[in-house]
């Protein structure tokens, strides 16, 4: 455990102490486990996998959920580290990337994969998850739905892998997912995600991105325009599909982030 301004952060920490840094931010409600395979096709590479305030293994988030939180989080993972790799999957894309904006000198590369295809200038979103995450909240509702973290878990897992069947081991889920704390954590984190799409907006308009491998990896066959378009925000940016891949690409295709880490290691 480390701290941070938001809370203690769980961090899980392989490699060779020695190499470059890549840090592994989890998509929500995800947690360390699901970078496991990406781990182990870097090991040459200090890698750090790490969960949010309130989720997997850390403790009780000491704030909402926010950009501005999330930022103060990585800095704690990254304290001491001249430079990083930063890969972030789905949601935490709006994480590495703002802190890539606020941190330039110390990023050496970016890899969102499958990140939510919100179109860059288009400003904060509607979304009807994050209204209905803010409504139970609100109406006291969030202890039913907590108590049912498990069972959340397996629907996530068959709905956005092509195996269907969770990677991590029924002790390491339940020590997460048996937890209502951390259910209400991301519905807590669910319910900012408008917001935190318009702070990155925001900071798009005056803090350019780092002139460094930008990867965006969309999965499956199909080209997603608002991947395109954030890929194009930076001269360096490229957007690669990932077929045989569904929403969890780190568990669906393991090699593909990996090679995607690889090639900003290289400065390719």
Known sequence: ?????????????????????VVLSSALGGAWFDWDAVVALLPDAHVLAFDRPGTGLSGPALAPASLAREV???????????????????????HVEAWARLRPGRVRGLVVVDPDPEVPGAGRPFDLSALVARWVLRSGLDPLVAAQGMRLRRWAVRGSTLGRRDPASAAALRSVYGRATVTRAVLDELASYPAQVGAVERLRAFRPLPPVP????????????EHVALAALTPTGRNVLVPGSRHMVPVDRPDAVALAVLRALRGA
């Open 72 to 94: 103060a989080v990585l800095d704690a993972v990254l304290a001491g580290a001249p430079s990083a790799v930063l890969v972030g999957h789905s949601m935490a894309a709006l």
């Open 214 to 225: 930008f990867t965006v990896l969309t999965a499956g066959r199909r080209e997603f325009p």
């Open 1 to 21: 455990m480390i701290a941070s301004l938001a809370g203690r952060v769980h961090v899980r920490a392989s490699g060779r102490v020695e190499g470059p840094v």
